[in-house]
């Protein structure tokens, strides 16, 4: 699609370009031969997300899906079951990587908005299923979530689901690709939100601007074991510290200012008519009634939005839309969604 300049885009938080600063951080970052484990910048990377999230270790991907993919091929075995809710990223956006890959077969439950819902989970798994049916290995959750909107998983029922895949011997994944706004939406320490899984996945190209990359965070022992599957999948890269340097620039600068992305999607929900309870973080899903019309009219006058079906749009807060930038967005908008 091509945009032009003056373009407001509320696709996605990943639109966002690096800033000048980062982009310094870049240049002049320390660089070695990652495949050798010699660059000292994709290192510190590593360690510091381990440490952020009260993990052994860390590992960089360029990209969240390739986190999220790793962890599922250590956690379940081809020919098991991954169960996760039914709008989770890593069965609706990962392009089936987990059979493609992994031979992982998945189930899903039912969910409003994304919300962890415990008796949903105790529901739809399948532990130790016998000869006849596929056995559940591991459950997936997501915080915050994505096409539910923004959703800020309850601590409480993130636990609940936590005990119940202990008791069944089966694997925790967390994506946490926007860990970060959870974390200051709600004031939980990352450790706490990040605490009882197996593996968890963190975006540093979402919400944090940096250009490419997540972490995945775990025991040592399951890191070691990702990092083979990395280079198998082709996905080890070499002097790849200029990278990891935008991503420790965006943990230095760029978490606690998600507030303001917050405030700006509770403005932008509120102009267009949204119960404010509805956006949590920085996402504004909206049901309208012809998603795919609205998105092309609101381009046709430079605000750029995404139709994630028929009848819903979402729009997204990041570090690259300012408070100018939101009230043109919130002047094309109002009118086209008021119909
Ligand atoms: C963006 C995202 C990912 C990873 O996406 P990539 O584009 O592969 O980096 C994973 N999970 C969630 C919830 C996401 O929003």
Redesign the pocket.
Known sequence: MSTQPTVVDLR?D?VTRPSAAMRQAMVSADVGDDVYGDDPTVNALEAEVAELLGYQAGLFT???????QLALRLLVKPGEELVCDRI???VR??MGAAATFSGITTRTWETQAGRLDPAAVAEVIAPNAGWHQVSTTAIAV?N????GGGTVQPLEAVRAVQELGRAHGLGLHL????LWNAHVASGVPLRELAAGFDTV?V?L??GLGAPV??VLVSSAERIAEARTWRKRYGGAMRQVGMLAAAGRYALQHNIERLAEDHERAARLAAALGQKPELTETNIVVLRVPDAPALRQAALEQGVVVSAIGPTLLRLVTHLDIDDEALDRAIEVLSPLVAG
């Open positions: 996605s990943t360029a990209s969240g899906s390739l986190a999220n989770a990223h890593v956006a990962e997501e915050t979530h994505n096409f994506d946490g690709a926007r996945s975006c190209s979402k990359g997540s």
